[in-house]
């Protein structure tokens, strides 16, 4: 400026000038252009009435001052108002002329928009709060419970993968098969996992293809065995079915058939019945029978009854047990079955026949024994004859009385008065050496063909040296009591 000549700066003021004056008649025309597409705009619009609002937020946005409600950042903010202050600039003197310098305002407004736009980026990092006892007591519990769970998480994914696989496989308690054929049937195989073997195991198919498996329970055993435990099916009954004879356990459960009765058996005697195949349950006319049949199974073994020949449930209302074919068992109806057989055990053993000769044939009725305390024993008329012996008696007995003369009464036994062993035997075994000092009094054992020797006299209950052999007084009414015909029963 200063190199200039006074005619230069004439002109350079004069360019100066104009360039103002075209710069202001640029910001004119754009402002009426703006004006004119406003105007164009808001004659399309339809206007409506608008209602009357009683909230000042409301009239605000109505009113189209919705500037401040509009969640804009702080850089967009800024831009706007810089857009709206370059709009509105005038010209100013500079150095090098009077004009509006736009670019190097918006340099300016963008530089500062920079670092608005960094500030809001900004982490702001804030004072923790102390944490107190018991937030840290709650933090201690959750982390340990995460770990404890994690630990068992990864416990039970190798536990079932990778080990306690099954090396070994054990069966117990089996009499009846090959091991094969039961583990065949159990799902259970080598290498497999323990755990996952007893769970998939089937035990139930175990029982269904063998008949003489009553249960089966498969368990592990850590780290590396398998249990496979068996129940027997005890064979306890046969029927006979045509010319074979199948064998049936307690259940009522056909296990096998054969062409002769097994030993130490029972014959069951019963109406007609289906489903006769081994493995199946027997069905029977009378669908009680089965759980008479395992309750007088089990009776009879914890009494210890077993030589029983035949159990007849034709009718159940008088069923009936046939002793070592000698003497029958009146139960009567399926009910106290235990009490009744116990009752018959005790009287067989310790009344009837103590020394176990094996030679009392009749009849003894116990279907009542559990409601009225009494029992009734019919001796046989007639007993099969046996074969003589051959041994000599040592006090020279002539023969035994085989004739039991004509006792057509009951002996009668009475268990409600003594609290011996469950049974009550009235006042008996008090006396001595015979049954309570009456001993077999009346004439229903006659059989006196023995002329010499000692026998059961029926005077007194004693062991004594009698005229007549043999039983020698036993009164069909009495057993026992005062010791005379008709005396009080016990």
């Not at 075209?22 to 206007?47: G, I, P």
């Not at 009499?175 to 799902?187: C, G, K, L």
């Not at 029982?207 to 498969?218: M, P, Q, R, T, W």
């Not at 009776?299 to 007849?312: K, Q, Y």
């Amino acid at each position: 400026m200063s190199g200039m000549s006074s005619k230069q700066k004439r002109e350079l003021a004069k360019q100066r000038k104009e360039a103002a004056k075209q710069a202001q008649k640029y910001h004119k025309e754009q402002q009426k252009r703006a004006k004119k597409s406003s105007d164009a705009t808001q004659s399309f619009k339809v206007t409506k009435p608008k209602k009357p609002s009683g909230s000042k937020i409301e009239e605000a946005v109505n009113s189209g001052k919705t500037t401040k409600f509009e969640k804009i950042s702080r850089e967009e903010k800024f831009r706007r108002e810089s857009e709206e202050r370059i709009r509105n600039l005038k010209p100013k003197d500079f150095e090098d002329g009077y004009y509006i310098d736009e670019y190097s305002e918006k340099q300016r407004s963008e530089r500062r928009a920079k670092v608005i736009r960094k500030q809001e980026q900004e982490f702001i990092r804030r004072n923790k709060k102390p944490v107190t006892r018991k937030q840290a007591r709650n933090r201690r519990i959750i982390v340990g419970a995460a770990i404890i769970l994690i630990v068992l998480v990864v416990g039970a994914i190798l536990s079932l993968t990778v080990l306690f696989k099954t090396e070994k496989i054990e069966v117990e308690g089996d009499e009846y098969y090959y091991e094969d054929q039961i583990i065949a049937f159990s799902n259970v195989s080598l290498q497999q996992n323990i755990f996952l073997a007893a769970l998939g195991s089937t035990p139930q198919d175990i029982i269904k293809n063998l008949s003489y498996v009553e249960d089966a329970k498969v368990s592990f055993a850590i780290p590396d065995t398998v249990t496979i435990k068996i129940t027997n099916a005890k064979p306890v009954y046969y029927v006979k079915d045509g010319e074979n004879y199948l064998i049936i356990s307690s259940k009522g459960r056909v296990l096998d058939t054969e062409t002769e009765p097994p030993e130490n058996t029972t014959e069951l005697i019963c109406n007609d019945f289906s489903n006769k195949e081994v493995g199946s349950y027997i069905r029977f006319e009378d669908p009680s029978i089965p759980d008479i049949l395992e309750s007088v199974a089990k009776s009879l073994e914890a009494n210890g009854l077993d030589s029983i020949t035949a159990f007849d449930v034709t009718n159940t209302s008088a069923i009936t047990i046939n002793y070592a074919g000698r003497i029958l068992i009146n139960i009567g109806v399926a009910e106290d079955i235990d009490y009744k057989i116990k009752t018959a055990a005790a009287i067989i053993n310790q009344k009837l026949d103590p020394n176990k000769t094996g030679q009392i044939y009749g009849t003894l009725d116990v279907s009542t024994c559990s409601k009225n305390k009494m029992s009734h024993y019919k001796p046989a008329e007639t007993i099969p004859t046996t074969e003589p012996s051959t041994t000599v008696p040592a006090d020279g007995a002539d023969s035994v009385a085989n004739d039991w003369g004509g006792a057509d009464d009951y002996g009668t036994y009475d268990w409600s008065a003594s609290a011996n062993d469950g049974y009550d035997y009235g006042n008996n075994n008090t006396d001595g050496g015979g049954y309570d000092g009456g001993g077999y009094d009346g004439g229903g054992y006659d059989g006196g063909t023995a002329d010499d020797g000692g026998g059961y006299d029926g005077g007194d209950g004693a062991s004594s040296a009698d005229d007549g052999g043999g039983y020698d007084g036993y009164n069909g009414g009495d057993l026992g009591g005062a010791g005379a015909d008709g005396a009080t029963p016990y």
